[in-house]
T-cell receptor
Framework: AQKITQTQPGMFVQEKEAVTLDCTYD???????LFWYKQPSSGEMIFLIY??????QNATEGRYSLNFQKARKSANLVISASQLGDSAMYFC??????????????FGTGTKLQVIP | GAGVSQSPRYKVAKRGQDVALRCDPI?????LFWYQQALGQGPEFLTY????????KSGLPSDRFFAERPEGSVSTLKIQRTQQEDSAVYLC?????????????FGQGTRLTVV
């Protein structure tokens, strides 16, 4: 079974509009972390936002927010006021494992976001 | 340096040749990961080190792949007798250990092309 599922291979959004990128995950751990990364065409992986499994509030980082629904095991990324520079691949990732012990980070297959002027 | 450094950035190998890819993580980072990323795909986990201990090598695709981190800092991923299907970007990442926000910081990757 896939640990991280991103069901949208590609998305389009109009500049200045908001967009939601979907991510669902599967784990039996009680303590885990969820991350979103951006990968522009240049190839570097850029960390965007983090949500801990015990965090009660949804994480926000500037124009990025994470819609965390623990019971549904979803961690969708919301980008507000899209900019042309947001065009990139976006990956959802999960860290599992015992705190202080082995912690594995698994990635989804990604969503390619294209912002239209 | 301040970030994760990988070398070489690009490597072209003839089929059957051995290659060695180097990763210099952020100083003090306990965890080190290697990933393989095919074109248009997400990073696929290869192996994980906690300091010098290789705790998980379940993602290594064959016994031609070998990774080490002998002193708990620099790591090398070695591929023996390269095949065309080994062509990919190899990403190294490091992170601190512990609870809370422990995002992995990535290097720029090594693009391996086997011809």
């Amino acid at each position: 079974a896939q640990k991280i599922t991103q069901t949208q291979p590609g998305m389009f959004v109009q500049e200045k509009e908001a967009v939601t990128l979907d991510c669902t995950y599967d784990t039996s751990d009680q303590s885990y972390g969820l991350f979103w990364y951006k990968q522009p065409s240049s190839g570097e992986m850029i960390f965007l936002i983090y949500q801990g499994s015990y965090d009660e509030q949804n994480a926000t980082e500037g124009r990025y927010s994470l819609n965390f629904q623990k019971a549904r095991k979803s961690a969708n990324l919301v980008i507000s006021a899209s900019q042309l520079g947001d065009s990139a691949m976006y990956f959802c990732a999960m860290r599992e494992g015992r705190d202080g012990g082995y912690q594995k980070v698994t990635f989804g297959t990604g969503t390619k976001l294209q912002v239209i002027p | 340096g301040a970030g994760v450094s990988q070398s070489p950035r690009y490597k072209v190998a003839k089929r059957g040749q051995d290659v060695a890819l180097r990763c210099d993580p952020i100083s003090g980072h306990v965890s080190l990961f290697w990933y393989q990323q095919a074109l248009g795909q997400g990073p696929e986990f290869l192996t994980y080190f906690q300091n010098e201990a290789q705790l998980d090598k379940s993602g290594l695709p064959s016994d031609r792949f070998f990774a080490e981190r002998p002193e708990g800092s620099v790591s090398t991923l070695k591929i023996q007798r390269t095949q065309q299907e080994d062509s990919a970007v190899y990403l190294c990442a490091s992170s601190v250990q512990g609870i809370g926000r422990t995002e992995a910081f990535f290097g720029q990757g090594t693009r391996l092309t086997v011809v």
